[in-house]
């Protein structure tokens, strides 16, 4: 019986900081949680990230990933070497502007599928020329006529999934938000502005 206990002892002890390291990682982006220094996020990606320092205190990690099949830049933000937010960027370029559409369409499943049902899911159009043309709704974000989103939130983070465009260029990204790290990034643009003064 004593070694049962002891046994289980040791379960528990080697058990619970694993199980609190798992819930720990879902608390950030990918495998990394929020807080986390550029060093440690460069531990769980394959590959060396471009860096760019950006403005005052804040650090940019890219990489190139896949994400639903589709080609992704994956970006990390740092302010005070802390991570504060994250980005998946669509890569793919295409020359009909509805596969952009269909792009949007495709990461939204996937994000309703992990995350439930969207708290905002919306088209907006700030000029209504192709509103009623369905078949020219790729060409409606390219101009800066239309543009859909889509979000949803849990204790720690804010996701939103964003396609717009103007010029006749499209972005379309999935952003991740830290909830508890966005005063330290608000701080470090403000700063910035400051330095800049």
């Given at each position: 019986?004593?070694?049962?206990?002891?046994?289980?002892?040791?379960?528990?002890?080697?058990?619970?900081?694993?199980?609190?390291?798992?819930?720990?990682?879902?608390?950030?982006?990918?495998?990394?949680?929020w807080g986390w220094?550029?060093?440690?996020?460069?531990?769980?990606?394959?590959?060396?990230?471009?860096?760019?320092?950006?403005?005052?205190?804040r650090t940019l990690?890219?990489?190139?990933?896949?994400?639903?099949?589709?080609?992704?830049?994956?970006?990390?933000?740092?302010?005070?070497?802390?991570?504060?937010?994250?980005?998946?960027?669509?890569?793919?370029?295409?020359?009909?502007?509805?596969?952009?559409?269909?792009?949007?369409?495709?990461?939204?499943?996937?994000?309703?599928?992990?995350?439930?049902?969207?708290?905002?899911?919306?088209?907006?159009?700030?000029?209504?020329?192709?509103?009623?043309?369905?078949?020219?709704?790729?060409?409606?974000?390219?101009?800066?006529?239309?543009?859909?989103?889509?979000?949803?939130?849990?204790?720690?983070?804010?996701?939103?999934?964003?396609?717009?465009?103007?010029?006749?260029?499209?972005?379309?990204?999935?952003?991740?938000?830290?909830?508890?790290?966005?005063?330290?990034?608000?701080?470090?643009?403000?700063?910035?502005?400051?330095?800049?003064?």
């Amino acid at each position: 019986m004593r070694k049962f206990v002891i046994w289980w002892c040791l379960i528990v002890f080697i058990v619970m900081p694993i199980a609190a390291q798992s819930a720990e990682i879902k608390s950030g982006f990918r495998k990394s949680s929020w807080g986390w220094t550029p060093k440690q996020v460069m531990a769980t990606e394959k590959g060396k990230p471009q860096t760019t320092k950006l403005d005052g205190n804040r650090t940019l990690l890219r990489y190139k990933n896949k994400l639903a099949g589709l080609n992704m830049t994956v970006a990390y933000i740092f302010a005070s070497n802390k991570l504060v937010r994250a980005k998946y960027l669509l890569s793919d370029t295409h020359s009909n502007n509805n596969l952009y559409l269909r792009d949007y369409d495709t990461l939204l499943n996937v994000l309703t599928e992990k995350y439930g049902e969207p708290s905002a899911n919306d088209r907006s159009w700030n000029n209504d020329l192709y509103k009623d043309d369905i078949e020219n709704w790729g060409m409606a974000v390219a101009v800066g006529h239309m543009l859909q989103f889509a979000s949803w939130e849990n204790e720690l983070t804010t996701i939103s999934e964003m396609i717009q465009g103007d010029n006749f260029r499209i972005t379309l990204g999935v952003e991740y938000s830290s909830k508890k790290y966005e005063k330290v990034e608000n701080d470090a643009v403000k700063q910035e502005q400051s330095d800049q003064l």
